[in-house]
């Protein structure tokens, strides 16, 4: 027998839940201001936000309550009494962790490019892992975003001609706020695809690896990872406290250029050397694995300014990537990644490989296809679904073709896996790392 919804106030949640989120989280779920209530991408404004939001509160409690061995997590202060409990949990880990630094880096790293379909040599990485060496004083996001001069409210007619002058055509601040706007949604992919990094350590190859070196680590890993996942519904004093002093941070991660040294010593003068390094930190191995699919997957929204003006992207950037945003990015991403995945054609889903190559080309598209596709993508409408996967499968279909292209460029070339530094081959499908 299907189990109905119970509806109180916006939030939905399935018959026999006890468990329910901190009023004040709903309030912001359920507001028309909020920040994907806005975005062209939600037609449906707050009601696709409670949908999504009501979904992922659910499936977290249910991985909660198995992480737990608990049949139900209780009211919100039981569950704030759990959460308490887990930061000894914490530093339990971390002494568990110590001895085996250096192979959990490894192993994160491995996981992170194998689930996202890169080769590794496509970056450089610098990981930190453990208190001792991560360092959050300065944290690479901002707490709220940049004041700044609204742009002219005419369209840009040296840029675009002639089109310029069609009464349809966006202002350059309406174009602008069209580039935050799908920097919002790319943020919310990228967080979404992630937060799956929490729990690769639940797969039985990944598990058994961790297992030789300390069989309690799984299980606890388990049990935090879940109770972290609830306290972003349950826990909005704490959250609020976070996004507003920067208090809590576990992890962190940053795109830069590469290091010209090379690993030998010498000045890396080979122009198939990697461009970009990932700066990646946790405290904890799930938290450092999300931070690298993090970095991983920030790398091809740079496509969305391809053909900006210099520094346009700071300036988007300015807007959207803030500790605040991020957390609602944390609520809502992974129903956009899996809202995503839905209308994805099963070849490019069972080839992990395709990823990056498919997120090249939906980060080219200009913002409001982009934002007009999503629309298609997050909408709970058959019809709506139904043409989205038909633009998805066009899409993912020409991923593929550039993921074929690039296995027969590595075999024609004999390149190895250990020295896989093809920038160059990137180059000639305008495939560029850099921003």
Known sequence: MAKRNIKEAPISYPEGFPERMDPNTERKLGSPESLYAKNPAFKRGVADVERMASKRFADIVRKARQSTGRETLGSTSEIRTLFMQMYSTVREIMRLESPHKLFLKNLALRVAAE???????WFQYELSLGQEETDFSVPNFKLKP??????KNVPDFEKYGEQAFDPDFPTEEEEFQQHVQMRNIANAITQGEAKKGHYYFQEPSIKFEIDRKNPTLSELYGKLMAMLDISYFTMEDFIEMATQTGQGVAGSVNLEDADEEGEDGGMGDDDDAPDTKIVAQGVIFPILVHEIIKGIEEAPT???FRNTEPGYSKEVYGQTD??????MQIRIGPEVVEALRNALPNEAIENPKV?????????SKKPKEFLNLMSLVISDDSRDIEKAKVEMKEIARE???LQREYEEYKKENEIKPEDDDIQGFLDSLDFDLDD
Do not use: C, H, S
């Open 302 to 304: 740079r496509e969305q």
């Open 322 to 327: 803030t500790f605040e945003n991020e957390i």
């Open 115 to 121: 689930k996202t379909g890169i080769d590794k040599d």
């Open 399 to 401: 991923a593929m073709v």
């Open 146 to 151: 940049d004041k700044r001069k609204e742009r």
């Open 355 to 363: 990823n990056p190559w498919f997120k090249k080309l939906l980060y």
